[in-house]
């Protein structure tokens, strides 16, 4: 890495990606937008509340500008389309720091070009890079424990390899989700099995802090863990149980998603990027 991790006072943050980037299932008890859709807030927008807290935090005399924050995130986008679209604007927004999290929608889809998708990444950073950014770049999950999901589990290992080769050769920051142990319970994901409820969002926003800050917990002193970093309590789920929530999830999410790829259709035809402008972060909000 070319800079000393946590080193930067970062003021304006940019999040480029998909649905997990933009935050799907995280969404506030009661909030909702002009359209009746939930307000969602997700990892990225915890990350920027959590940076601007401990920007706060290093001020000496006078309270520091609140940090500037920008989530270009659609769901459902391509690699290619993320980083065609996203990048462009995040780097015509001077940002000194951007998430760049892509490429979970093309590596679910039959027939992915892992190496291609790879080259794509590799690309994006490049230019983040070359205009003055810091990249936060984030690994595939672990979908070991996901039923269906788990047949793509060699793809996205093959694809984390080749991103912690881009992230070594520009300097960038790693987010490791593959190796996080409490993603691999299903109890940090939402009913769709795809994306994260509001406690794994929490906790990603915090690995993403650890991460910038160097401060990620070392394996072998579990004991001294901070509590996001903790495996959830073990729970036994009777096998009925399982199997009853395993058709249910089939009929009512795994059908659906189907159907859109047969289609060509996608659950981000038509949307447009949530906080699309860069804009001092609310601190009258807790979402950490």
Known sequence: MTHAPGAQPWRRYVAVGDSFTEGLRDAPP???????????????DRLALALDGAQQARADDEEAP?????????????????????VPAAIDTSPDLV???????????????????????DSA???????GADVLLVTGFNPSSAPILRLTRG?????????????????????????????????VWAEDRIHLSSAGHARVAALALATLQ??????GRED????????????????AT????????????????????????????????????????DRTRNAI
């Open 30 to 44: 009661g909030e909702d937008g002009a359209s009746g859709d939930p307000v969602y807030v997700g990892w990225a």
């Open 66 to 86: 609140p940090l500037e924050y920008a989530n270009l995130a659609v769901r459902g986008r391509l690699a290619r389309q993320i980083v065609e679209e996203q």
């Open 99 to 121: 998430s760049l999290c892509l490429g979970g929608n093309d590596i679910l889809r039959p027939g992915a070009d892992v190496p291609g998708i790879a080259r794509l990444v």
């Open 125 to 131: 950073v490049a230019r983040l890079r070359g205009a």
């Open 155 to 187: 793809k996205v290992a093959d694809y984390n390899q080749r991103l912690w080769a881009t992230a070594a050769r520009h300097g960038a920051y790693l987010l490791d989700l593959w190796s996080f142990e409490p993603l691999l319970d299903p109890r």
């Open 214 to 219: 160097g401060a990620v917990p070392a394996p």
């Open 224 to 239: 001294a863990w901070p509590d996001w970093a903790q495996p959830l309590d073990p729970e036994q789920v009777p096998r």
């Open 242 to 281: 399982a199997l009853a929530g395993n058709a249910a999830w089939a009929r009512g999410h795994l059908a659906p998603w189907v159907g859109r790829r047969l289609t060509g259709r996608s659950t981000g035809d038509g949307r447009s990027a949530k906080r699309p402008v860069l804009e001092p972060v």
